[in-house]
């Protein structure tokens, strides 16, 4: 589950992404992660997708600033662009949306973030780290995104789910 980032910054970030050799560049939407891939069996997905309708009801639009860079490392090796407004939305839909029948622990705190780098070498990271410093992007938010695993090894999204259109 994401937050896609739309055009023209998403194509900014992939094309960023492959610049510094991140192989996973063209496989991965840009987004902010709402929830980490996760497993659901066929027969959970009808209720899934009635959890998800329903946290999206509950939700209103709000406005997204990216803006900078940050960083995981030394914990991972991970150079992102930080979300400075809309990072509470954030926390807020990752609560709803990992409940239910998503619910399950996280390796790690959620902190939404823009991944622009991920298990490269430490030269790439910092100039990663350095080139996504000047990044900015402003946009609303109106929905978050269910998305498949494909066996070409993409990520495609699968259906939307527009905030405050009822249960």
């Known amino acids: ?3 896609h980032v739309p055009e023209p910054y998403g194509s900014r970030v992939q094309d ?5 050799g991140d192989p ?25 997708r009635r959890h998800l309708r329903a946290v999206a009801a509950a939700q209103r639009p709000f ?3 990216l803006q900078g860079s940050g960083t995981f490392r030394p914990v991972t090796p991970v150079v992102y662009i930080r979300v400075e407004e809309g ?3 954030c926390r807020v839909l990752e609560a709803e949306v990992r409940s239910g029948p998503l619910a399950r622990e996280l390796a790690f705190p959620y902190h939404p973030h823009v991944t622009v780098a991920h298990g490269l070498s430490e ?5 990663a780290y350095e080139k996504t410093r000047g990044f900015r992007a402003v946009f609303d938010v109106a929905e978050f995104v269910l998305s498949r695993f494909g066996a070409d090894g993409v990520w495609r999204p699968w259906e939307s789910f527009r905030f405050g259109l009822g249960g």
């Open 87 to 89: 990072a509470q939305e």
């Open 16 to 20: 960023a992404r492959a610049g510094h």
């Open 24 to 48: 996973q560049a063209r496989s991965i939407p840009t987004h902010v992660t709402l929830l980490p891939p996760t497993e659901a069996r066929p027969e959970l997905l009808p209720a899934v």
């Open 123 to 127: 030269p790439a990271l910092d100039a």
């Open 63 to 65: 406005r997204m600033l």
């Open 1 to 3: 589950m994401s937050i």
